[in-house]
């Protein structure tokens, strides 16, 4: 059979519909977001709240959100960039790390709507599953769905660090422990004992150890952020337990400093010439250009 050209004709652009901006832009699953937003009709403006977690080289944004015609509104947002308040300076994107930003993100949304005192999550940290359950009289439990956006959800991945963190702050979540580290697809066992490890960063010590002991140049490049903070790998359990009970203590976020009022606004163009300094511009380019023409 001859090899045919395939010729998109005038039929073919008239019905031709481009995609949403921001699939086109490659950042948002469309096919994922209209089953995280979309409400049931028998619960009329009842806002279907997420859980949205993402990673950038840097820091961890969580935000808990819920859509509206306008847009997502935005309920209440943690970062790992707060972490150094509660004592863990460095590694502020690894699975320790992403549990301390998820249990944050859930005390300080309990605190802000009166919720705290009821459900007060897991306090005692084993890495075993953990389902938050409506107490007797009080209001119910705060649920929400996570939302990962466009990553890869593989096992032991960073962002059930942060699913996990909020689940024992006391958000009910809905999830299964298939994606914790620690789970074996095989034998369909979850060792609780692994995923604590990974909680209060056992998995960065263990490596620490190691490195160190293989080739001291590459341990002092790679750590040397811990070092210059004093992070040991003995040291580093105890950072995560100081740290998880600083947030449970206080998981307000950071008043803003009031900016004052004669303060100007940074610029960064150039200022508004006024009228007369345009003229004297125009007429020194013309006296300037008159004189080299003279010469």
């Not at 949403?20 to 977001?33: F, V």
């Not at 015609?69 to 590694?91: C, M, N, T």
């Not at 080739?215 to 003995?234: I, N």
């Not at 740290?243 to 163009?269: C, L, N, V, Y």
Request: aromatic share 10%.
């Amino acid at each position: 059979m001859p090899f045919v050209k395939v010729v998109k004709d005038r039929q073919y652009f008239k019905r031709f519909q481009v995609k949403y901006r921001r699939r086109r832009e490659g950042k948002t699953d469309y096919y994922a977001r209209k089953r995280l937003c979309v409400q049931d009709k028998n619960k009329y403006n009842t806002p279907k709240y997420r859980l949205i977690v993402r990673f950038t080289n840097k820091d961890i944004t969580v935000q808990i959100a819920y859509a509206r015609i306008q847009g997502d509104i935005v309920l209440s947002s943690a970062y790992a960039h707060e972490l150094p308040r509660y004592g863990v300076k460095v590694g502020l994107t690894n699975y320790a790390a992403a549990y301390c930003t998820g249990l944050l993100m859930a005390r300080r949304v309990l605190t802000k709507l009166d919720l705290a005192k009821h459900y007060s999550g897991q306090t005692e940290i084993d890495g075993d599953e953990y389902i938050v359950d409506d107490a007797p009289g009080a209001p119910s439990a705060f649920r929400c769905f996570l939302d990962t956006g466009l990553a890869r959800t593989t096992t032991g991945a960073r962002i059930f660090g942060v699913l996990k963190g909020a689940v024992d702050g006391g958000l009910n979540i809905p999830h299964n422990c298939k994606r914790f580290p620690g789970y074996d697809s095989e034998s369909k066992d979850f060792n609780a004992d692994v995923h604590r490890q990974h909680i209060f960063g056992n998995h960065v010590s263990q490596y620490m150890r190691s490195l160190q002991e293989d080739d001291q140049d590459a341990f002092q490049r790679q750590f040397s952020g811990f070092v210059k903070a004093g992070v040991t790998a003995d040291s580093m359990e105890g950072m995560y337990t100081k740290a998880h009970a600083a947030i449970r203590a206080d998981p307000s976020p950071k008043p803003k400093k009031e900016q004052p009022a004669d303060k100007k606004p940074k610029r960064f163009g150039r200022k508004k010439l006024s009228r007369e300094q345009r003229v004297g511009r125009v007429a020194q380019k013309k006296a300037s250009w008159l004189h080299k023409c003279a010469q």
